[in-house]
């Protein structure tokens, strides 16, 4: 070959190495429904960085906190159609098509985070990460939300201080009915929408952790916390089936490392930050009040024999936690 023709090829070489690793570098996208300073957002950074750091900077992510690409429904239609590559979606609104995600909301199935996370690796939980590839959806893992509480504009003490309370719950089979068990009114609102809500008398109370009463400062339209500790709360990471399915197996692996290390982390933090949450509440005059749980059982178990009834997998899941 002559010279040349050796420094053609040596360039059209060095083009094509150039143009596969630039087809192979990605600009990702993930949404997600909280606010920047609650911990899924925490963990979607941690995700990134630990992505880049992999690539040496060659894949990176734009997240899209506070519901900017959609609430859940939308991201879902993203998703299978390949418009966005990850999401962070409510167990609950994931739950409306997969109905075995309810048994993450069984009333007091878990006293803590940290027990919730210990059953996020379950073989159970894993398999509902698994059957996800029937939505076109590639379930990578999960992130936790505090445990859920009520927060009210009035306090409430007891079962009966719930009659006809307007509570602001996710539209979910499993909320609605924990809430007319109690007696309240289960009312469906946007996120963004229930400060002013709270405001304005539309709502008498809060389904809510912890991460968005801080983060959304909620306690000043609402100041009296109910430790009711009910229910766990994940979301499920997912991934576009159809971005997914092109990825070598090199790159599915450097994802899920990245994310795992994200996960795992943020279980860990999401136990501390319950109690300073807590105490950073509790310093802002929020008026935190403890109720008898065993008065809010019966409802817990009408729930529970409702939903492990009809449902194998919900039954599974929640023997397998609770033996």
């Known amino acids: 070959m002559g010279a040349i023709k050796k420094l053609i090829f040596s360039a059209a070489l060095g083009g094509a190495i150039l143009a596969s690793a630039a087809a192979q570098a990605e600009k990702l996208r993930l949404g997600h429904v909280t606010p920047p300073s609650h911990i899924w957002h925490k963990v ?7 992505l880049q750091t992999a690539t040496d900077g060659e894949d990176w992510m734009m997240l899209f906190p506070l519901g900017r690409l959609g609430g859940p429904d939308q991201m879902i239609d993203l998703l299978q ?13 994931i739950a409306n098509r997969y109905a075995p995600m309810n048994a993450w909301f069984l009333p007091y199935t878990f006293d803590n985070v940290s027990e919730a996370a210990a059953a996020t690796q379950s073989p159970e939980a894993q398999q ?7 939505h076109k959806l590639v379930g990578l893992g999960y992130v936790l939300a505090g ?23 996710f539209p979910n089979p499993v909320f609605n009915d924990w809430w007319s068990e109690l007696g309240a009114a289960p009312t469906a609102l946007a996120l963004s929408d229930v400060s002013s809500a709270l405001t304005t008398n539309l709502l008498d109370g809060v389904d809510v952790d912890l991460d968005i009463v801080v983060g959304l400062k909620m306690y000043q339209q609402a100041p ?11 979301a ?4 576009s089936e159809k971005w997914w399915s092109g990825l070598s ?45 065993t008065s809010l059982q019966q409802a817990a178990d009408k729930i529970i024999e409702k939903y492990t009834s009809f449902n194998d997998a919900i039954a599974d899941f929640y023997q397998a936690q609770t033996k």
Do not use: C
């Not at 450097?254 to 109690?275: H, I, P, S």
């Open 224 to 234: 009296y916390l109910t430790l009711t500790n009910h229910m766990a709360f994940p």
């Open 128 to 134: 509902m990460l698994k059957d996800l590839k029937e």
């Open 44 to 50: 979607a950074q941690r995700f990134d960085a630990n």
């Open 249 to 293: 197996d090199e790159k599915r692996q450097t994802v899920m490392d990245a994310f795992k290390e994200a996960e795992a982390w943020g279980f860990e933090q999401q136990a501390k930050a319950e109690v300073s949450n807590l105490q950073m509440l509790k310093e802002s005059g929020v008026t935190v009040n403890e109720i008898d749980q």
């Open 147 to 169: 445990m859920r509480h009520v927060l009210s504009v009035d306090p409430l003490t007891n079962l009966e201080s719930f009659e006809n309370q307007k509570i602001r719950a």
């Open 236 to 239: 499920v990471v997912v991934a």
């Open 81 to 93: 159609t390949g418009g966005i590559q990850l999401a962070m979606l409510t167990a609950s609104s």
